[in-house]
């Protein structure tokens, strides 16, 4: 339809047709997508060819071309790999930076603005660092740096950038995760929690079942939300199912806890719930859940247990 196939016409082909490079060299890497495609040589240049309507080609225009035709940056050096979706193309050249050029609808491309661009285009991160690769579903694009922390911009209606917000971004903004839970503990919930890991590996899972239940019911008994009630529903089933099944309580510690535990107000108890969770996850995924672990929980375990909601 546009020439991506690089043989000179339009036409569509049914049988393999070899292609050939201006160079006559062989090609060594192809990469295509929407209609475009860049073709790599033996000698490391690449060429382009096919769909350039919105100048992913980086070839200066936005005409269509049917033969593979050299693909060039403004600094002399070969380019080293070729990231293309949906219009947009990334370009890293030898010395590590990457250039973009294509569509830049929502700002995709990261170059502070939302036009058009037909030649690649350095792509600069708010940190002295090269970027080390780039991923884009063609709306959204996401660069990782020489530190190994991730910038993202485009399209956003979502929150898929992960910002915050649903607004589009339009130069990479470093995406900040948060901390984990267990950067907030104090130093003697820390030390309890190490004190319950290691009583753990000797006790019965379902007691925590038991333990965790009496949590999730507590928080349940004095508000009604919708919250509570899912609090109050899995607390109910696992008293249930304590002293009954022991691969059932896992599961529903496993799979079902932790959503429960995201929507309740931020408490020592829910720092506890989420290092039993943890706990009652990493023993399912190291073991099977056949296995047998000891049968009976001393008193004592249980008062330790009980001292990390207090």
Do not use: W, Y
């Given at each position: 339809m546009d020439g991506q196939l690089g043989l000179g016409h339009k036409d569509s082909v049914n049988i393999p047709t070899c292609i050939f490079?201006?160079?006559?060299?062989?090609?060594?890497?192809?990469v295509t997508n929407d209609g475009s495609t860049f073709l790599r040589s033996e000698s490391g240049q690449w060429y382009a060819c096919g769909n350039n309507k919105r100048g992913p080609l980086g070839l200066g225009h936005k005409d269509s071309v049917n033969i593979p035709t050299l693909v060039l940056l403004s600094v002399n050096e070969k380019i080293t790999a070729v990231v293309t979706n949906d219009g947009s193309t990334f370009l890293r050249s030898e010395s590590g930076q990457w250039y973009a050029c294509g569509d830049n609808m929502f700002g995709k491309l990261g170059l502070g603005h939302a036009n058009g661009v037909y030649v690649p285009t350095l792509v600069l991160l708010s940190v002295n660092e090269n970027i080390t690769s780039v991923v884009t579903d063609g709306l959204s694009t996401f660069f990782i740096s020489e530190?190994?922390?991730?910038?993202?911009?485009?399209l956003n209606n979502y929150g898929q950038l992960g910002l915050g917000h649903k607004d589009p971004v339009m130069i990479p903004t470093l995406l900040t995760l948060p901390q984990p839970f267990?950067?907030?503990?104090t130093e003697k919930q820390t030390h309890l929690i190490h004190s319950l890991i290691e009583q753990v590996k000797l006790t019965n899972p379902m007691n925590i079942a038991q333990f965790i239940g009496e949590l999730l019911l507590t928080y349940a008994r004095d508000e009604i939300s919708n919250d509570c009630t899912m609090a109050l529903s899995l607390g109910q089933t696992l008293m249930r199912q304590q002293h009954r099944n022991y691969t059932a309580c896992v599961r529903l510690i496993t799979a079902e806890l932790r959503p429960v535990i995201t929507?309740?107000?931020?408490?020592?108890?829910?720092?506890t719930l989420l290092c039993l969770w943890k706990i009652v996850h990493d023993a399912a995924f190291q073991k099977t859940v056949n296995e047998t672990i000891a049968?009976?929980?001393?008193?004592?375990?249980?008062?330790?247990?009980?001292?990390?909601?207090?």
């Open positions: 490079l201006p160079t006559h060299e062989k090609i060594t890497a192809v530190s190994g922390r991730l910038f993202v911009c485009g267990c950067s907030s503990l929507k309740l107000p931020a408490t020592d108890d829910k720092l049968a009976h929980t001393s008193s004592s375990n249980t008062q330790n247990m009980q001292q990390l909601v207090k």
